[in-house]
């Protein structure tokens, strides 16, 4: 029997008492450059550099608008994980359509 695909909408937030799941958003760049920068060692032998490697500013919102149109056209689905209010990080959430195996990767990280 060949493989079906299952195509379910993708949420765009999810929201809990405790926590708030988003696209990102270039404005989340000054929150995320210092965790990156403190992370740096830790995170670099799980995460590919081009989402790992500190970054200034300016890049890192352009990195941050690229996952965002990335969530827009359906090809990646990252998410920042916040408090309810916004006022602080607490991690991420990844997201990627299967591939021709039927793999779809998965990832999360708590700051």
């Known amino acids: 029997m060949p493989h079906q695909r ?62 965002a149109a990335d969530f827009a056209g359906g090809r990646a689905f990252r998410y920042a994980l916040l408090t309810p209010d916004e006022s602080q990080l607490l991690g991420e959430a990844d997201f990627f359509p299967r591939t021709a195996t039927g793999r779809g990767p998965a990832a999360v990280s708590i700051h």
């Open 6 to 67: 299952l195509t379910i909408p993708v949420p765009v937030a999810l929201h809990t008492a405790r926590m708030l799941m988003r696209p990102w958003s270039p404005a989340d760049a000054p929150a995320l450059a210092p965790i990156l920068a403190a992370n740096v060692a830790h995170l670099g032998p799980w995460i590919p550099a081009h989402v790992a490697t500190p970054l200034p500013l300016p890049a890192l919102a352009e990195r941050l608008a690229g996952f």
